[in-house]
């Protein structure tokens, strides 16, 4: 059995080790692609004082250090909507199945060039915290309406092997042909592991079980994420809400 799919942990510190970018841009596009539209566009990243203004917004330490290669994976229907041009009506590009198709896409993308950077000794970290402000994104990066920046990720050689974090119990998680059963004992007992795993962080060390993680996310600062239906209308996606 190859097991080499469960060694995933985020990497936040890289070495000043070039890589091989383009094959990792290579491997993004030959991901499965929604009705093979391709409605997503990749940023790379090089300009430093660019890379600084999103380190910024993002606040994640990894992106304040000068290594590791910083792409951003973005929703993108305006290719579709030139193609179709002149076009009354681009209805089928700004709905929510658009979008979601786009975000199937990006996502997708982004998840496969991370296990290729995995399985090739490389590691990195998924940065969704560009979206805390994704207006400044949008304006940072020059992106035109029917786009949207969805997600970033850091790769690099890795310049550290944090332990794994534990997942949920699979009795939680998975169910057969129906939603999973709730065992509370089972939710005790991942709760322990995970406070053994906090425990055992060295310096990052903090007493923290999974439930009072979730907890504490109930009232997490949310900074500009209730500002996105309105920069995504903005952007030209039409998604009404239910
Ligand atoms: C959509 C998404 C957004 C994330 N955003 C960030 C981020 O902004 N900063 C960060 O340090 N890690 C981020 N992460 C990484 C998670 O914190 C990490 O995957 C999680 O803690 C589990 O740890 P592991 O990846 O080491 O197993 C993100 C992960 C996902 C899937």
Known sequence: MDLSAMQHRSIRSFKATAIDYQTLEAVAQATSSSEFLQSFSLIR???TALRAKIAKIS???VLFQPNGELFIFVVDTARAIRLTEPNSD???FTNWNAFLAGAFDAILALQNMLAYAERTDLGGVVLGSI???PQQMIDLLHLPKYTFPLVGLMVGVPAERPQQKPRLPQALVVGDNAYPTF???TMADYDAA????YAQRGADARAESFTSLVRRHLGANQQHRD???QILKAQGFDLPQA
């Open 59 to 61: 606040g994640s330490q």
């Open 194 to 197: 995970v406070t053994r795993y």
């Open 183 to 185: 065992d509370q004992a």
């Open 45 to 47: 990243v090089t300009d």
């Open 131 to 133: 979206l805390n402000d």
């Open 227 to 229: 500002e996105i239906g």
């Open 90 to 92: 681009v209805h089928t």
